[in-house]
């Protein structure tokens, strides 16, 4: 039986592979959550083993998140809906930063990753989505290896280190600084705009329920370690 032809305002490819992305996620911070209440016991912070897993995570998400506005832009997206989405996307970032401070006080989150794509997207909106793929592909890689250069200890603080430029990574839960993310989301967005086609036509067996999880990224991820956190403290205390 085939997958679903892509659809006139959704493209499910792309919805697909942002479905991946949050499976991953979930099954991460599912993990993640075993280690926090002593079920298992792995270093996520210095083990290569979960800190790369981390990295494709945040990278596919950050890509999916170029090529969307990629495609809406190219769908004629009024300004209207992109800062509704955005206030959305800005007002999860508040609230996780709350949440994290709540609950891990020391290392709570200051700029993550809705935090960084708030920051990006507007980037993206307001100035670069206008520029051509030959210097958004210079700004892509410079971006890209910019912290890998060094940094300066101006930017080590709670208030500049949104920019990635650090001399070391921050104390605090999740981090996805401008530098070098926005390279990601610039590539998401020139591979999206110059070959829209790849994102249409029939899905692999299979990937249906991927891409219906993919069009709720925002309500996922705010909702899934408030739910996985719950469960399993219960049992704990069970």
Not at 80 to 100: D, K, M, P, T
Not at 146 to 167: I, K
Request: net charge positive; with cysteine; proline share 5%.
């Amino acid at each position: 039986m085939h997958g679903p032809v892509l659809s006139s305002t959704r493209a499910d490819r792309l919805d697909a592979l942002r479905g991946a992305a949050i499976v991953w996620m979930v099954v991460f911070h599912f993990c993640f959550d075993l280690n926090h209440f002593g079920w298992i016991k792995q270093d996520f912070y210095r083990d290569p083993v979960w800190t790369w897993q981390r990295v494709v995570i945040v990278t596919l998400f950050v890509f999916c998140a170029g090529g969307g506005q990629a495609l809406a832009l190219q769908a004629g997206q009024s300004a209207r809906r992109f800062w509704r989405r955005w206030l959305q996307v800005a007002g999860c970032a508040l609230l996780v930063s709350a949440g994290s401070w709540w609950m891990f006080p020391r290392g709570w989150i200051s700029f993550g990753i809705l935090h960084g794509m708030a920051v990006m997207l507007l980037l993206l909106r307001l100035g670069l989505a206008r520029w051509p793929a030959w210097a958004l592909l210079l700004l892509a890689a410079a971006a890209l290896v910019a912290p890998q250069l060094g940094g300066h200890a101006f930017f080590d603080s709670r208030w500049t280190n949104w920019l990635g430029l650090v001399t070391h990574k921050p104390v605090t839960e999740d981090y996805a600084p401008v530098l070098p993310w926005l390279g990601v989301m610039l590539f998401g967005f020139v591979f999206t705009r110059s070959q829209p086609e790849r994102w249409s036509g029939r899905l692999p067996p299979g990937a249906r329920g991927l891409a219906l999880l993919g069009r709720w990224p925002l309500s996922i991820y705010m909702l899934h370690q408030p739910v996985l956190l719950g469960l399993l403290g219960l049992l704990t205390v069970l």
